[in-house]
């Protein structure tokens, strides 16, 4: 077997400079034309057999020289966020309103580092890589990935993924088995009345005091409607309403997201929804409204494998040097690589990037978001360390 870690340090400054590379020109969902095109051209020049996939997708094999085997899976996630950055870097944003708030430049980077290690060394490996680098995941990408073949020709038997996470300190990780992030479902709701003026509130039908009420009313599901010990959130991300102080709305939009974390999705997740249309439905009759609900494709629990996972620890107890550095990890947080999760054994585990001194703790999707740097070259070796021994056993 050859020193990981001597690579990995020797490729370090390539891994910080493409994950700043990547940062300086961030893309939205499918619109990641430059990063796919980068990301296409490094991994032909590894020698690798690389396609696109729904436009700007890139997935690659590699295939081992040491016989037939198994086919593992690796997933980056490559867009960004409709996010004006605020952080001062040298190499922030360049593109105004877009921003990399969320790691996925450093997914990215990490991954092609990974790959480059692995080509390198094609002949130790038994079996195949599939190096996945998605689009589109913060509106749910992952299915379309999927849809279009990437578990397939050769079947997947395994997948795993980083996540850089801030709220865990800088040398820690988050990993657990079973269900690990929330089913997330997103909604846009208009509640539809009658427009009217405020002096005669009688002859109108208040849209306004409609949305008010649901938003108040959907308070109740996780404490009334649903086993306060399972956790679910109903959140407004925004409400539009009304033009002027004197004039009643006819008609108000509001947004959000249903998240919960439940054992049996397939049976809670319907009912979930149920209630909550219920609500809105009870609601607006009395008051004489009506509604109109459209969910937006969404992400289900993710699941870590229990034995991926011991796998993963194993790994990282290598990469870290140490088994100290492991936190029990549960949100309710939404990660389309819940899909990948729902048809093969998959492990996502999330690195922690937190140092106050760097700057490194703000919330993902903030203007100020950074990572530390220091933390890149761990998410490289874990990830060799995971194929190698999923593969190689």
């Excluded at 095109?37 to 997708?57: D, I, M, P, R, W």
């Excluded at 209630?275 to 969404?298: H, N, Q, W």
């Excluded at 990890?329 to 140092?355: C, H, K, N, W, Y």
Aim: glycine share 10%; hydrophobic share 40%; charged share 25%.
């Amino acid at each position: 077997m050859f020193d990981i870690k001597s690579e990995v340090s020797a490729l370090e400054k390539e891994l910080i400079d493409l994950r700043r590379d990547f940062h300086s020109y961030p893309e939205l969902g499918y619109k990641e034309f430059l990063t796919s095109k980068k990301v296409c051209g490094y991994l032909t020049a590894l020698g690798l057999e690389v396609e696109t996939v729904n436009g700007t997708g890139v997935c690659a094999v590699l295939k081992g020289g040491a016989g037939e085997g198994k086919t593992v899976l690796l997933r980056a996630d490559m867009d960004a966020l409709p996010v004006e950055e605020e952080t001062g870097l040298p190499f922030a944003s360049q593109n105004k309103g877009v921003m990399h708030a969320c790691g996925h430049d450093g997914h990215t980077a990490i991954q092609l580092i990974v790959a480059k290690i692995l080509a390198a060394h094609k002949d130790e490996i038994k079996g195949s890589v599939k190096f996945v680098f998605q689009p589109n995941e913060e509106e749910a990408g992952a299915l379309d990935m999927i849809n279009a073949g990437v578990l397939e020709n050769p079947h997947v038997d395994a997948a795993f993924a980083l996540h850089l996470w801030s709220p865990i300190k800088s040398g820690n990780i988050g990993l657990s088995d079973g269900p690990i992030l929330g089913t997330t479902e997103e909604f846009e709701l208009e509640i539809l009345g009658a427009a009217g003026h405020t002096s005669t509130p009688h002859t109108a039908k208040d849209a306004l005091l409609g949305a008010c009420s649901v938003v108040y009313a959907m308070q109740s599901l996780g404490t009334r409607e649903f086993d306060p010990l399972l956790p679910i959130a109903v959140m407004f991300g925004h409400i539009n309403g009304g033009t002027a102080r004197n004039i009643i709305t006819g008609s108000v939009k509001l947004g959000g997201t249903i998240r919960f974390l439940f054992p049996d999705e397939n049976i809670n997740k319907p009912k979930v929804l149920e209630a909550f249309e219920r609500v809105i439905k009870g609601t607006c009759m009395a008051l004489g409204l009506d509604y109109k609900l459209k969910y937006i494709p969404s992400n289900p629990s993710l699941f870590n494998d229990a034995a991926l996972t011991s796998l993963v620890k194993e790994n990282a107890a290598e990469t870290f040097g140490t088994r100290e550095n492991v936190e029990a990890f549960r949100s309710l947080a939404g990660e389309d690589f819940a899909e990948f999760s729902q048809r093969v054994p998959s492990v996502m585990t999330f690195i922690g990037v937190a140092d106050h001194e760097k700057h490194s703790d703000y919330p993902h999707h903030h203007a100020k978001f950074d990572i530390d740097e220091d933390m890149l070259k761990y998410g490289v070796e874990l990830q060799v360390r995971n194929v190698l021994s999923f593969l190689n056993g």
